[in-house]
């Protein structure tokens, strides 16, 4: 069973723009976590989709939004992109009471 | 609200020894899981273990094993035998029991060397 994949790898952006990142869970998995990691604050949480609908939701600005689609897969969109939202983006699925499995993650660099 | 702390920012080990990374959690919840994950270079984290809250044997996966003590709320993890491979950045993790399975909160990590 292929993992979790997470596209793309690597992305370097300038300020003020907007950037999408894809995830694409295990097959089965209904719930899609994300998760920001630097190295200042360590892993955050982001939001969490089940079902296409947002479940829950961590302190992040507005800017930070997502969504799921009927399939699973979920995208991550950051707008008006500022230096400190350079991180790594990590993407995770889970199904009913299993732990979390994590993708490889989308290195995010914002000049 | 929850927290997780992680005390040893980098540990290392000569291989084929055991080390033991710390972690303390505060919670008011009496129903929880703890995990620790590993994180290498690939950036990918994958689950080392998982404990219940509600189970007082301690969790075990081959080399891995943890020190669970709930009313000091704490969750060390041991790694025997080590082996090259284990370098890598760890983390502690708490959830919530029942509330939604993706809102993971990590400890800040140790860093684990393995030396030839």
């Known amino acids: 069973k292929a993992g979790v994949t997470q596209t793309p790898r690597y992305l370097i952006k300038t300020r003020g723009q907007q950037v999408t990142l894809s995830c694409s869970p295990i097959s089965g998995h209904r719930s899609v976590s994300w998760y920001q990691q630097t190295p200042g604050q360590g892993l955050q949480f982001l939001f969490e989709?089940?079902?296409?609908?947002?479940?829950n939701k961590g302190n992040f600005p507005g800017r930070f939004s997502g969504r799921q689609f009927s399939n699973s897969r979920s995208e991550m969109n950051v707008s008006t992109l500022e230096l400190g939202d350079s991180a790594l983006y990590l993407c995770?699925?889970?199904?009913?009471?299993?732990?979390?499995?994590f993708g490889n993650g989308t290195r995010l660099t914002v000049t | 609200a929850q927290t997780v702390t992680q005390s040893q920012p980098e540990m290392s080990v000569q291989e084929a020894e055991t080390v033991t990374l710390s972690c303390t959690y505060d919670t008011s919840e009496s129903d929880y899981y703890l995990f620790w994950y590993k994180q290498p270079p690939s950036r990918q984290m994958i689950l080392v273990i998982r404990?219940?809250?509600?189970?007082?044997q301690n969790a075990t996966e081959n080399r891995f094993s943890v020190n669970f003590q709930k009313a000091a709320k704490s969750f060390s993890l041991k790694i025997s035998d080590s082996q090259l491979g284990d370098s890598a950045m760890y983390f502690c993790?708490?959830?919530?029991?029942?509330?939604?399975?993706?809102?993971?909160?990590f400890g800040k990590g140790t860093k684990l060397s393995v030396k030839p």
């Open positions: 404990q219940e809250a509600y189970k007082q």
């Open positions: 995770a699925s889970s199904t009913g009471n299993s732990p979390l499995h």
């Open positions: 993790a708490f959830l919530n029991y029942g509330g939604s399975q993706g809102n993971l909160i």
């Open positions: 989709y089940f079902s296409e609908t947002q479940r």
